[in-house]
C-alpha cells in the first residue's frame, strides 16, 4: 500500500536482491558497529558492508569473529558500550548465537539481528526455511517479517526505531534466497539524513544526555553495574520484558509504522490481509509463501471465487487482535507454515488457535507444513492449498484428509533398490604401508581410493590431499568431514562419494564428534564388539578451525586417539571465499576487500600448528601435495600414534582455484611456491621434537613471498603490485621472523 | 519509457519469462542480473531475477530467471520462473539431462549454444512450438576472447527487441576492460546464428513444468537419518562430465616413466587408470580436465606421457594465450 505525506522524503530506484538490500538498509541507518560471521544465504550482507568499510564509504566498526557466538559477543560488546549495531545470520549461526539472544534482550540492549532463514536440520540443506526463526519466539525479541526486498529495506529501518525506543533487541526475519537472492527492483531513500532524521539520536547520545533509559559502561560518571547476578528478583524481569512487549504493540510499532508510511510512502500494518474477509476460506501464510498467494487469490478472484489472505508482519509481540479480525469471516483456515512441530501442532496454528478461541471464533484450523529446504512456493502451491481448503476435508488422498500434514512430499517407491556398484573396502586390500618400509609411489597406486568421483571444481587442492594422505593409511578407516567444501561436493542425497563409513556433524565439531565414537570403538573392542582396527579420521577445512578451534585443541589436549586433517586453502570457501583467520595479511576475500581504506585482510595468518604445539600433542605436522612422499610419510606416523593411542593433526595446504582466481594447472605451481616462500613450512613436532622436513633455503630455492603471491590468481596477485610493498615487506619480515623461529626450533634437542 | 517497448510475450499475471540454464562459472548469473538492469533501467520495466542457488562450485548447473513485467505489475513470486517463453541454454548437453523443455511455453523462443541444426536442437529438445536459434556461442567466445554470457546475451537482447546500441552502451560500462571483446562476441553472435520456427505439428506436446529430482525415495523408503548406502548410491556408477571443463589430457603409455606423481595431484584420482602399478590412461567418466596432472608429469628422455590435449585446454587451465 501506498500514501502520500507532504514529509516524504526523496528516494531513488534501486536494484538488488534481499541481502544488498539489507545491506543498504545497514548503510543508511548509520549503524556504530557490525559482528560478523558468515553463513549462507546471509553471507552478503556483511560482505557488502566490508566492500563499503574499504571503499571509505562508512566509519562503522566492523569485526569479523571467529564464530557467530563470536560475533554476537562482539555485538553485545558493542551495545553494552552503547553503540547502534547490527548482526545478520541465517540457520546454524542462529542457533550458535541463542545462549546470547536472551541475555541481549533481558539486558535491555538494543540490536538488530539480520534473519535470512534456512532450514536447521540433518541431513545438511542450505536453502530456506523457518525452523530457525521459530526458535525465536520465546527470547524476548521483536520479530518483524519482510516478505519482499522492499520490505526487507524497510523493515530494517522500522525495527531499528522500534528496538532502540522500547528497548529491546529486534530480528527482521527475510526468506533465505527467495528473497535475500532475488534481485528486485525498489525504492531507497535517496539522503542518508533523511534516515538518521527518522531515526532520532543514536543511543549513546541519548544514554550521555539522560534521554534513555538505557545503560552503557562507558558512562563512567554514572557507573552501572550490568548483568548482576540475580535471585528471586528475576521474576520482575519478565514482568518488564512484557510490559515492553505489550508497549511496542499497542503504542510504539503502530505510531513508527505511520511515521515510516508518512516518509517513504509505504504503509506496513501489523498483519497483511489480501483478498476479501467475508470469504469462508483462508489461508495464513508468512512472507514469501504469501506473497506467492496473493497472485492466487488475485486469480481466482478473476473467476469470481473469493478466497482470504492474512500475513503476519510481526510475530514479537504478537497482534492477536489484529490477526483474528483478519481471518474475518473464514470457517476453514489453512496455516502453511515453513517449519513444523513433529508430534504437536505447529507453531503459527496453535498462536492462530489460541487467539481465535479468545474470540469464540471456532474456525477450522488446516495445517500444513510446505516447503521446508528451499522448496519454492509459488501460484500453483497456492492455488493447489486453496482449492485443497474448499474441499477439505471431503478429499480422496487419505493424508490430505489429516489436520496436520506435509506439502510437497512423496513417499518413494519401497521397491525401489538399485544394484550393488561398490563392494565394501576390505582390509586386506590396504595394508600396503605395513608391507613397504619407505613409502613407494607405485605400490601405492594399488591402495583403494576411499572418496572419488566427487563435484569439487576441477584442479581443487581437496581430494588431491585427502587421496595422497590416505595412501600413507592402512586399514579401515571412518571419515568424518566439517562442513565445508569437501563435505558439500562429496555426498547430495541420494548419491555419496564415499566409500568408507563416513559422517557429517557440524561445521565446528568433527573433533569432538570424533571423540565420541573413538571412547566407543575402545568399549566396543574391550567388550570384544569390535575387532576392526580403525582409524577415524576428521577432515576440515581452514575455517573449521577457526570456529571449531576450542574443540581441536580439547581434543588435542586429551590426547584422544584420531586423526586431524586440515585443509588449509585460505578462506571459507564454501560460502564465498570470506576470510579465515589462516588467510594471508593482504589477501582479497569477499569480506575483505581492497579499497582506499582497506588493503585486503588485516591480519597475518593465523599459525594452528604453533597453536597446537601448547598441548603436548604427540604429533603434529604440516605437509604439501609438492612434497607426496614427505606427506605419506606423516600419514603413516600419525596412523602410528594413533594407534599407539595418541592425537595426530595435520595441516595440508589446498588450492582453490575458483576463488583464487587460479587456472587449474598451475595449482601445482602455487603450491611449491607457497612452500618455498616459507609460508607453509613443512614441518613435524614429534612428542614435542620440531623437525623441519624441508628445507628451501638449504636447497637454494628460497623465494620472497611476492613471488608466491604472484603465482596464487587474482586473490593475491596484487599483492605482488607495487603499492602494496610496504605491506610486503612487513609480511616478509614477519614471514622470515616465524621460519627462523622454526629453524631455532629444529635444531634444537628440547625444543 | 514503457510504452515504447512492449514485452514480446505476457503470461496470465502480465510476466516475459526467460530462463537460463548454464554450468557454474559460465557467467549466466551475471548475465541474467545485467539483462535484468538493462530491461528496468532501459525501457522502465520491472520484474525480478531469480536464481536456484546451491553451493555453486564450477560444473555445478544453474537455473536462473528473469521475468520482466511493466511497471505497475505486482512483483510477488520468488524463484525461478516455471513457464519460460523463453529458453537460453549456454550447452546444448544440458539439454536431454535437465528436461529443459518442462514449463516451455507455446510458441517459445529458444537459444541454443550449439553448432547443430535447429531442426536437430528440436528434436532433442522436444519442443512442442516455437523459435529455435542456435549459435556457436563457444566459438564465437574464443575468438572474440569473451566469455560464452556474451554471444548468449545479444542473441537474447535481439529477441527481446532491446536496442542493440544501447545494449552494447551498457555492455562496455559494465564490464568496461573487456568491452572490446565484449562487444566483438555481441555483433559476431546474431550475424552468425541460424533459426527456425516450427508449429505445433503434433510431434512433441507441451511439458508442463515438474521439479527435476528423483522421487524413487521418499518418505516411506528413506534409509534412517537420511544416511546412503554407499555400496548402492554410489557416484561411481555416475558420468561425472558436468563438473569438469570438457578437456582430457593426452596420455602415451610409451613415454610414461611410472614416477606416480600425477597421482598425487590428481583433483580426484580414480581418474587414472592405474593398473597393477602401471599408469594405463584417462577414465574420461571421472576426469575433471584440470590438467593438474599435465602440469606435474616430468619431461625427460622418452618424452612426456600426458599433454594437454589441444591449445584451448591448455589456454584455459593455464591463463597462457595459446
Ligand atoms: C555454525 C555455522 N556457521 C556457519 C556455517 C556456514 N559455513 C559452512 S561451511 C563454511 C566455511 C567453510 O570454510 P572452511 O572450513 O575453510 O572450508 P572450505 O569451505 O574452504 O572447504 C561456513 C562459514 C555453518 N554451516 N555453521
Ligand atoms: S570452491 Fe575452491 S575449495 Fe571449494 S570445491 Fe571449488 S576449488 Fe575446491
Ligand atoms: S586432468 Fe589429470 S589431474 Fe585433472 S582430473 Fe583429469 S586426470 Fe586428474
Ligand atoms: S606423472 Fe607422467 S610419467 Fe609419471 S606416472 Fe604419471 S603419466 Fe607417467
Redesign the pocket.
Known sequence: MTTTSDKIKSQVRWLGNGNEAVAQAVLHCCYDGEGY????PSSEVGEEVAKAIAAGKTDMKYVIGT??LAAIGICTGMALAGGRVVDVTSA??LL?KYEELSTVSGLGLPMVLNLSTREINAPLNIKNGHSDLMTMLGTGWLIFMAPTVQAAYDMNIIALKVAEEVLLPAVVAYDGFHTSHANRRIQVFENTQDVQEFLGEKPIDRILSGKSKQCSVVDTKNPKTMGPYMNDDLMNTKVVMEQKMEHALNVVIPRVLKEFAEISGREYGLVQQYGDKNAATCMVALNTAGEAAKDAVDLLDRKDEKVNLVIPMLLRPWPENQISDAVGAAKKILVAERATQYGANNFMANELGAALQKKGNNAKIIQRTYGMGGLNFRLDDALYLYDLIKKWPNVEDENEKREKWYYGVWAGDPSYNPPVVVEPIKTEDCSINAKLERPNLKELSKMPNRIEKHAACPGCG?FANINLFLRGIDGQVILLF?????MVTATGFPYTSFKVPYAHN???NASSTATGIVEMIDKFKKDNKVSDDITVICV?????DD?GMDQVIAAALRNDPFIFME?D?K?????GA?M?YSGFKGQKNSNAHVGPNQQGKLTHHKDIIEILRGTYAPYLFQAAESQPIDMIRKARRAQQIVREGGFAFGKVFST?PLNWGLEEARCPQAVAKVVDACLHPLYEIDHGKTTLNYNPEEKGKKIAVTEAFASMGAGFAHLAKPNFATLMEETQKHVDYRWERLKAMSGSTVL | MSQDYRLPYKDDLGFCNIIFSAIGGEGANMAAKLLFKLGVEMFDLDGGYDAKYGSEKKGTPTDVSVRFCDYGTPVRSAGPTTQPHFLVAFREFLIRPLSLNRGLQANATVIVNSTKSPEEVRDILQLNSGTVICLDATDIAAKTHSRLNMPMMAMLCYELKFDPEKVKEKVAKQWPKVAQANLAAFDAAVAQSKRATFKDDGKYPLVSFTEHRDERIGYLNMPEGGAIDATRFSTIGKNNRLSGTGFFPKFEQASCITCGMCMTVCSDPGSLKWVDGKMTGIDENYCKGCMRCVAICPSHKKGKALQFPCPEAEALTTGKKV
Open positions: 560471521y558468515p553463513i549462507t564464530s557467530e546454524q549461526g550458535l581437496i566439517n562442513t565445508g567444501c569437501g557440524l561445521f565446528h576440515s577445512g581452514d575455517g573449521g570456529i585443509y586453502n578462506g571459507y570457501m564454501n560460502t570470506q579465515c582453490c
